[in-house]
């Protein structure tokens, strides 16, 4: 079955980066879209951008534009964001989504926590 | 551009019927047939519940339902259970990002 585990939680300063990881398997990676959503703590869902792990071509939300990588290892059926600069503001849960025509496979998520 | 518009609560006693609205402009919901609610219980990743309006995944109970008018996408559970306790949002494809997602909706079953 589907299945996408993502790295464990994180703590970082402000100022710093962080790269949060997503492995995908039962499927194939390159098959399929996959997406970054974020939810700060007891706030909804916040789209953050896609990426597509066949030709690694991505489309960031105009708001994290700049300091938002995505990237892929088809060898290991990994995506990656990576998000720079980080602020208190980004303290969330970031997941990752397939798109099968919605985002029908979620990650676990992983709390980014950003404090000094 | 701006989340979906969704009401902050809604609740109801079990065996009841709810619906959560969702709605949209033109250029998001209102323009195209991809509307999706998730599901997501406390400390869990969202769970598809409805895609393109009305279609239920396999394995999701056919006491929720969706539909569309306009810009206004709606969410209906019927038959009420206590597990249906629990955040609702819903999304859709836009013109100019592939997703914009609703404020999001607690469900409360009394």
């Known amino acids: 079955q589907v299945q996408l585990v993502q790295s464990g939680a994180e703590v970082k300063k402000p100022g710093a980066s962080v790269k949060v990881s997503c492995k995908a398997s039962?499927?194939?990676?390159?098959?399929?879209?996959m997406h970054w959503v974020r939810q700060v703590p007891g706030q909804g869902l916040e789209w953050m951008g896609i990426?597509?792990?066949?030709?690694?071509?991505?489309t960031y939300a105009q708001k994290f534009q700049g300091r938002v990588i995505m990237t892929r290892d088809t060898s290991t059926s990994t995506v990656y964001l990576e998000l720079n600069s980080l602020k208190s503001e980004d303290t969330a849960v970031y997941y990752c989504?397939?798109?099968?025509?919605?985002?029908?496979?979620w990650g676990q998520g992983t709390l980014v926590t950003v404090s000094s | 551009q701006s989340a979906l518009t969704q009401p902050a609560s809604v609740s109801g006693s079990p065996g009841q019927s709810i619906t959560i609205s969702c709605t949209g402009i033109?250029?998001?919901?209102?323009?195209?047939?991809?509307v999706s609610w998730y599901q997501q219980h406390p400390g869990k990743a969202p769970k598809l519940m409805i895609f393109?309006?009305?279609n239920r995944p396999s394995g999701v109970s056919n006491r929720f339902s969706g539909s569309k008018s306009g810009s206004t996408a709606s969410l209906t559970i019927s038959g009420l259970q206590a597990e249906d306790e629990a955040d609702y949002y819903c999304?859709?494809?836009?013109?100019?990002?592939?997703?914009?997602f609703g404020g999001g909706t607690k469900l409360t079953v009394l």
């Open positions: 990426i597509n792990p066949s030709g690694g071509d991505t």
């Open positions: 999304s859709s494809y836009t013109s100019n990002r592939p997703v914009v």
């Open positions: 033109s250029s998001d919901l209102g323009g195209y047939n991809y």
């Open positions: 039962g499927y194939t990676l390159t098959s399929y879209y």
């Open positions: 393109d309006v009305s």
């Open positions: 989504a397939r798109e099968a025509t919605v985002l029908d496979s």
